[in-house]
C-alpha cells in the first residue's frame, strides 16, 4: 500500500545499499554548517583548478618563450643568489599556519578555549606575513618590468596568470585571515559556549583548503 | 546547536512583525520565493519584448526604422541571456527551489535563512546591473549570449565599450548570488528533511532542483573564471582570450591567447546550465502529470537515477557546441558519443511520463494541459537534438534556423511550459487564490499552438541555410524568397505568443484580486506543502509539529482506499481504517 519505496526489508544487493544511505533523515552525520562549508570548498576547488587549467592553455598557447621560474623568482641573499628563496619561505609558513589551525581545532574541541584562541591569532598572523610577502614579491616583480599585459622576459602571459590567480588566492587567505580573526573574537568573547565549538573547525576546514590550493599553485608556477 | 533544530521540532516560529521584516528584509524562504520569481517574471519580460523586436525585424526587414543592425544584435544578445540565466535560473531555482524544497521535504525553512535572503538581493543587484547597460553609452553588449571572444571585447561589436563590462559583472555577481541559495538548497534536502522523509520519498521535484543545484555550484565556477579572464583582457589588456589581432588595418596590442579555452570554458558552465533548467522541469512536471492523473509516477526509481546520470553526463558533453570551432576530431568522436548516451535517461523519462499516463484518470486542468504540453515539444527538440549531436549532421546546420529551432523547443519553450504548468499548479497555495480557469486554457492553446508555429518552421528555414542572428539577408540566392513570407508568418505567430502572455499576467493579477478563494488542497495532492495548517502556509510551515512521513509522494488511486490519494503524512493505521474519523484523528 505504500509504495515501492519502502520495500527496505525485502531489499537486496545494490538496491538495499541505496535505501540504507537514502534512508537517515540526515545524509551526512555532520552539521549544517559543516556541510554547507564541504560543500562550498567543492564549489571553490572547481574554481581554482579551472583557474590553473586556463593558465596551462595559455601557457601552451602563448607565442612568446615562457620565463624561466628559477630565474624570476631568484632572490640575493648575502650576496648568493638562491632560487625560489621567498617561495620557500612564504609555502612553508603557509604549511606551518595549518599545522597551528589544526592544534587550535583540538584545543577547541577539548574546551581549552583560550589556547585554541591564541593559536587561532597565531595561524591569522602566519597567515597575515604570507600575505605580506607575497605583496612584496609582486613588487619586486613589478619592479622588473612584469605586468599583467606586458612581460620583459618573455611570454606576456606570465605576468597575467601570476597576478590573476596569486592574487585570487592572497584574496582568499586575506578573507581567511580576516574570517579567522572574526571567529577567534567571538569564540574569546564567549558567543559558542552553549552551542560548543565546532565553528574553529569549520573555519579550520577553510584555511587548509587555501593551504592547499596553495600547494598547486606553487607546484605549477614555481616548479614547472 | 543548529544540529539540534531538526529533529521533532515543536516550537512554533513567530512570524516577524513590521512591514518591511515581513515583506522586504525577511527571512522566511516562502517570501524570498516569491520576490525572486516576481524580479525573474519582471525581467523575463524584458526578453519577451526584446524578442518581439527581433521578430519584427525579421519578419518585416527594414520596415521598422528604430531597429538598426546594432540594436538587433544587442536584442539577439540580451534575450538570450536574461532569458537562459536571470529567468529560467532564477525562477526555478531561486523561485520554486525557494518555496517548495522547506515545504516539500517537511522543513521550517532553509538551514541558512539569513544567507538565503542575501541571495535574492544579490540576485536583485546582479539584474539591476545587468539593465543598467542599456542606460550606458553604446548601449548592452551584443556579442550574442555565448560572448565569444575576441569580438566580444574589440570595436565593431556593440557594446564593446562599457555594455560588455557590466555584463561580465552583472554575471558575477548572479553566480555569487546563486552559491549563496545554492548551498541552502543542497544542505536542506540533504539535512532537514523531516522525520520519514527519506531520500527515496522525496518527491520528484525536489530530486531535480537538487540534481540540478550542484550543478550549478560546480558550472557556474567556470563562467565566474572565463568572465574575470575577459574583464581582465579588456580592462587591463592580457590576453588570456585574445590572438595576434589586426583590427582596422591596425595591429593590436594583443598577442598568444586562447580563443577556443573561451568556448571550452563556457559550455563547460553551458551544457550543464542547459540541466539546471531541464531537470528541475523534469522533476516538477513529473510531479504534476502524477497528480492529474490520479496515478503513482511510473518508475520512481528509475525517474531519480536518470535525474542523477543526466546531471553527471552532462559534464562530459560540452564541446558539442563547438564542432565548427576547430577540434581534434577524436574529440568530435568523444562527444558525440557522450551526447547521444545522455539520450538514454532523457528517453527514459519520457517512457515514463507517458506510461504514467496511461490507464490514468486524466484530468485536464490547465496545469495537466501545460504539463501534456510540455511532453510533446520536449520530443520535438530532444530529436532534433539528437541530429545535432551528430558532428557530420551538426556542421550543415551550425548556426542555421534549425539550431535555433532545436534549442528554443528543448529548453526555451519546454521549461517554461512546465514553469507555467507549475505557477498554475501551485498558485492556489501560494496565494489562496484559484487562477481563472477559462482565460488559463486560452493561454495554453494560444501558447501551445502559437510556439509551435514560431519554431517548427525554423527548422525548415534551417534546412534551407538560412543562417541564425543574422540581421538582414541580401545576395543569397540559394535561399528562396518563400523563405521570407515564412519569416513573416513566424513573426505574427510570435507577437501572438508575447500578448498570449500579456493574458497571463493580467489572468495573475486578476485571480489574485478577485479570485475564488482555494481550499487547502485542492488538486487532491500528497505532498506535503498540500498539508499545511494554513493557506497560504504561515512562518514555520506546519504548526507547531511537523509532519511525520510515512509514506512516498505517489499514493494515487491506492485500490482499497477510501480517497484516490493519501498524503504523505498519514500513517497506514489511519488509512486502513476507513473513512473520515481516521482522517480527522491525523489531523486531515
Partial sequence: ?224 | MTMSAGYGDTQQHDGPGSFWTRYVWSQDHKVIAIQYSLTAIFVGLVALVLSALMRLQLGFPGQFSFIDSTHYLQFVTMHGMIMVVYLLTALLLGGFGNYLIPLMVGARDMVFPFLNMLSYWTYLLSVLVLLASFFVPGGPTGAGWTLYPPQAILPGTPGSEAGILLMLISLAIFIVAFTMGGLNYVCTVLQARTRGMTLMRMPLTVWGIFVATILGLLAFPALLVSAVMMFLDKTVGTSFFMPVIISLGEQLDYGGGSPILFQHLFWFFGHPEVYIVALPAFGIVSDILATHARKNIFGYRMMVWAIVAIGGLSFVVWAHHMYVSGMNPYFGFFFATTTLIIAVPTALKVYNWVLTLWQGNIHLTVPMLFAIGFIFTFVHGGLTGLFLGNVVVDLPLSDTYFVVGHFHMVMGVSPVMVLFAAIYHWFPKVSGKLLHDGLGKLHFWGTFIGTYLVFLPMHYLGFLGVPRRYYAMAGTDFIPASAQSLNSSITVAALVVALMQLLFIANLIISLRWGKAASANPWHATTLEWQTPQTPPAHGNFGPQLPTVYRWAYDYSVPGARDDFIPQHLPDSAVAVDDAQAYAKAGK
Avoid: C
Fill in chain 1, 1 to 224: 500500500m505504500s509504495g515501492q519505496s519502502d520495500s527496505a526489508a525485502e531489499a537486496k544487493g545494490w538496491h538495499s545499499v541505496v535505501d540504507d544511505w537514502a534512508a537517515d533523515q540526515r545524509t551526512f552525520r555532520v552539521s549544517w554548517g559543516k556541510l554547507m562549508m564541504w560543500i562550498f570548498l567543492l564549489g571553490d576547488t572547481f574554481i581554482f583548478s579551472i583557474f590553473l587549467l586556463s593558465y596551462m592553455t595559455v601557457r601552451l598557447s602563448a607565442t612568446d618563450a615562457w620565463p624561466n621560474a628559477s630565474q624570476v623568482f631568484e632572490l640575493v641573499v648575502f650576496g648568493q643568489t638562491v632560487p625560489l628563496f621567498l617561495i620557500a619561505i612564504m609555502t612553508f609558513i603557509l604549511i606551518t599556519s595549518s599545522g597551528t589551525m589544526a592544534i587550535a581545532v583540538s584545543f577547541a574541541y577539548r574546551k581549552q578555549k583560550q589556547l585554541a584562541v591564541y593559536l587561532m591569532l597565531a595561524t591569522a598572523v602566519l597567515g597575515a606575513s604570507f600575505v605580506a610577502m607575497q605583496a612584496f614579491e609582486w613588487s619586486k616583480l613589478i619592479a622588473d618590468g612584469v605586468r599583467p599585459w606586458v612581460n620583459p622576459m618573455g611570454a606576456a602571459q606570465f605576468g597575467a596568470a601570476f597576478f590573476m590567480i596569486t592574487g585570487f588566492h592572497g584574496l582568499h587567505v586575506s578573507a581567511g585571515v580576516i574570517y579567522l580573526l572574526i571567529v577567534a573574537r567571538k569564540l574569546a568573547r564567549g558567543d559558542y559556549d552553549q552551542r560548543g565549538y565546532e565553528i574553529v573547525e569549520i573555519s579550520g576546514l577553510y584555511w587548509h583548503f587555501v593551504d592547499l590550493v596553495w600547494v598547486f599553485i606553487f607546484a605549477f608556477f614555481y616548479l614547472w
